[in-house]
Nanobody, 115 residues
Framework: QVQLVESGGGLVQAGGSLRLSCAAS????????MGWYRQAPGKQRDLVAT???????NYADSVKGRFSISRDNARGTVSLQMNSLKPEDTAVYYC?????????WGQGTQVTVSS
């Protein structure tokens, strides 16, 4: 099993930047893929970005060129650098880790972008 704790959310003006971090504990060396998802009020939880153990990344089209995901396998951490933030990026952001077929989630961190 894995436990995930996010940090770094907050309130920022449009055009600003935030960095989200997620620390995993438990079976961190069994984690295959880590990533970030987000959920806005009244909407489903959507992919933001993922990164494999080998460093292969995948981004939602809406964040390409603005967000960057990185990972430290030895420490079990994953970060999301968010630049040029837009009001539509406002959501609760969830850290995710996948071990084989099992998905694990953090508690979520609020990101609010004001116009």
């Amino acid at each position: 099993q894995v436990q995930l704790v996010e940090s770094g959310g907050g309130l920022v003006q449009a055009g600003g930047s935030l960095r989200l971090s997620c620390a995993a504990s438990g079976q961190i060396f069994s984690i295959n893929r880590m990533g970030w998802y987000r959920q806005a009020p009244g909407k489903q939880r959507d992919l933001v970005a993922t990164i494999t153990r080998g460093g292969k990344t995948n981004y939602a089209d809406s964040v390409k060129g603005r967000f960057s995901i990185s990972r430290d396998n030895a420490r079990g951490t994953v970060s999301l650098q968010m630049n040029s933030l837009k009001p539509e990026d406002t959501a609760v952001y969830y850290c995710n880790a996948v071990i084989e077929m099992n998905w694990y989630w953090g508690q979520g961190t609020q990101v609010t972008v004001s116009s």
